[in-house]
T-cell receptor, first 116, second 115 residues
Framework: AQTVTQSQPEMSVQEAETVTLSCTYD???????LFWYKQPPSRQMILVIRQEAYKQQNATENRFSVNFQKAAKSFSLKISDSQLGDAAMYFC?????????????FGTGTRLQVTL | GAVVSQHPSWVICKSGTSVKIECRSL??????MFWYRQFPKQSLMLMATSNEGSKATYEQGVEKDKFLINHASLTLSTLTVTSAHPEDSSFYIC???????????FGNGTRLTVT
């Protein structure tokens, strides 16, 4: 079974600074997707960024970028120029590419605080 | 973009009663939807995979007779919590995908409180 581990229950960053959230996963598969979701106090799940395992290039979405290390099974999220609105729970997630719509397996989450 | 609507957003019910939660894909057809449960300060745990026109697939430890799932059309899946108890109080979230390579889109969730 696939597992996703987030070892940082909480992180804090000052506004305008950069922070990196860690995520490791365990799988014996080679074709899968990895995601970072943001969950603000409203509890709406918001997709931040996604990475396809067969792509070596790290995904980037504006201030958000990932460091995908397939061999090490590591998938960290870097948030640059942090803003107050970035404060939320962040979940790393794994999804096997089965050729059909497949489930997401989530990590335990990291609560990010952004301070002035 | 794809939108998933979930209703109600919150509900309070008495112990022993049943509650139905609806999940609709508003602008796309979803043959598969997923139901997650999230306890306070915890992660999302998959409860079951809802398949249009067939029986749902439940995760280990989830009682299928207690959490009834019906996926009668390509745009609607329902989760019914039967004979609810206080320990069923939780945040329930559904999700659906437009297609195989599309990301999952989430509903806004339903906060269930059983008194």
């Amino acid at each position: 079974a696939q597992t996703v581990t987030q070892s940082q229950p909480e992180m804090s960053v000052q506004e305008a600074e950069t922070v990196t959230l860690s995520c490791t996963y365990d799988t014996s598969e080679s074709d899968y997707y990895l995601f970072w979701y943001k969950q603000p106090p409203s509890r709406q799940m918001i997709l931040v960024i996604r990475q396809e395992a067969y792509k070596q290039q790290n995904a980037t979405e504006n201030r958000f970028s990932v460091n995908f290390q397939k061999a090490a099974k590591s998938f960290s999220l870097k948030i640059s120029d942090s803003q107050l609105g970035d404060a939320a729970m962040y979940f790393c997630a794994y999804r096997l590419n089965t050729g059909t719509a497949s489930k997401l397996t989530f990590g335990t989450g990291t609560r990010l605080q952004v301070t002035l | 973009g794809a939108v998933v609507s979930q209703h109600p957003s919150w509900v309070i019910c008495k112990s022993g009663t049943s509650v139905k939660i609806e999940c609709r894909s508003l602008d796309f057809q979803a043959t598969t939807m997923f139901w997650y449960r999230q306890f306070p300060k915890q992660s999302l745990m998959l409860m079951a995979t809802s398949n249009e026109g067939s029986k749902a697939t439940y995760e280990q430890g989830v009682e299928k007779d207690k959490f009834l799932i019906n996926h009668a059309s390509l745009t609607l899946s329902t989760l019914t919590v039967t004979s609810a108890h206080p320990e069923d109080s939780s945040f329930y979230i559904c999700s659906a995908s437009r297609g195989v390579n599309s990301p999952l889109h989430f509903g806004n969730g339903t906060r269930l409180t059983v008194t």
